[in-house]
């Protein structure tokens, strides 16, 4: 429902946030002087990277999504391709076999 895919929307936006603090902290505890202004940064450049992340699975899915779409049209043209191939050569025979029938009552005649 809505309301759910708002809550998963929601829980997964705040665990990416939880993870950015977490990742900035974690280079903050390997430095030597604690600045909240350098915290806001490294914040900003974790949170950056995880969108560029999310942002590349995302293309990576739809991509690959399109590509099997891609293969499934092709294989689906090749077919009827291969269908019409088979109705042409069922109407040149049908026509050549009415042509014959054509002449043998010509000369039956």
């Not at 202004?37 to 990277?49: F, I, M, V, Y």
Request: hydrophobic content about 35%; proline content about 1%; charged content about 35%.
């Amino acid at each position: 429902s809505g309301v759910d895919d708002a809550n998963a929307s929601l829980r997964a936006i705040l665990g990416s946030r939880i993870e950015s603090y977490k990742a900035a902290l974690q280079q903050m505890s390997s430095l030597k002087d604690f600045r909240p202004d350098k915290l806001r940064h490294l914040l900003a450049e974790q949170e950056r990277k995880m969108t560029m992340e999310a942002a590349l699975r995302d293309h990576t899915f739809h991509a690959e999504r399109m590509d099997n779409e891609l293969a499934h049209h092709r294989r689906r043209l090749e077919e009827v391709d291969e269908q019409r191939a088979q109705e042409r050569a069922a109407t040149e025979a049908r026509i050549e076999a009415l042509e014959l029938e054509g002449q043998s009552q010509r000369k039956a005649a």
